[in-house]
């Protein structure tokens, strides 16, 4: 089974600044990658997705995330953060054939922004 | 076009009784995914159901149980009601069913169990 780990459980930036995300998987083959936000009080939207190909996906709102398969990581980065951005951030796993009950949810990263 | 909808927004119960969430989908969504997230756990998977049918649950005791109907509406029912069971409820639509979909997430029904 596939598992999902995101190290970071605060971050604090300030706005501008640039912010890295980590994400890091287990998985036997190259995994379904996904990363999706979550703003008080409000359900996950989907940022962006990994399937297969080039390893550097463009999402909304100005994020991007590297598949690296040495690694094992999905990091999510953005190049300067809004204050809008502050939230918490999901990585999820899933399988290749497998149900929505094999998409696993990283514990989530809490994004907060100084001004 | 409409995003999912969950009613009730807030829920407060006691110890014993049972409770029914709703969600609707996105309109031509035929996939509803339901998900437990509590501040200890994370997300946790509860049920994916497509086209009225269950296609997998989470690893969660029979008190928790749910339905999709025709118009791929579903609702989750919570027997029995336990202090742990006090979470935020989160339903997903998706055009189809598998883990490479899109799930489009409501806002949650937040369920406080006293």
């Known amino acids: 089974a596939q598992s999902v780990t995101q190290p970071d459980i605060h971050i604090t930036v300030s706005e501008g600044a640039s912010l890295e995300l980590r994400c890091n998987y287990s998985?036997?083959?190259?995994?379904?990658l996904f990363w999706y936000v979550q703003s008080p009080g409000q359900g996950l939207q989907l940022l962006l997705k990994?399937?297969?190909?080039?390893?550097l996906v463009q999402g909304i709102k100005g994020f991007e995330a590297e598949f690296k398969r040495s690694q094992s990581s999905f990091n999510l980065r953005k190049p300067s953060v809004h204050w809008s951005d502050a939230a918490e951030y999901f990585c999820a796993v899933g399988v290749h054939g497998g149900s929505q009950g094999n998409l696993i949810f990283g514990k989530g990263t809490k994004l907060s922004v100084k001004p | 076009k409409a995003g999912v909808t969950q009613t009730p927004r807030y829920l407060i119960k006691t110890r014993g009784q049972q409770v029914t969430l709703s969600c609707s989908p996105i309109?031509?969504?035929?996939?509803v995914s339901w998900y437990q997230q509590t501040p200890g756990q994370g997300l946790q998977f509860l049920f994916e159901?497509?086209?009225?049918?269950?296609?997998n649950k989470g690893n969660f005791p029979g008190r928790f149980s749910g339905r999709q109907f025709s118009n791929s509406r579903s609702e989750m029912n919570v027997s029995t009601l336990e202090l742990g069971d006090s979470a935020l409820y989160l339903c997903a639509s998706s055009l189809g069913a598998g883990s490479s979909e899109k799930l489009f997430f409501g806002s949650g029904t937040q369920l406080s169990v006293l």
């Open positions: 998985y036997g083959a190259t995994p379904y």
């Open positions: 159901y497509f086209s009225e049918t269950q296609r």
């Open positions: 309109s031509g969504h035929r996939s």
């Open positions: 990994y399937f297969s190909g080039d390893t």
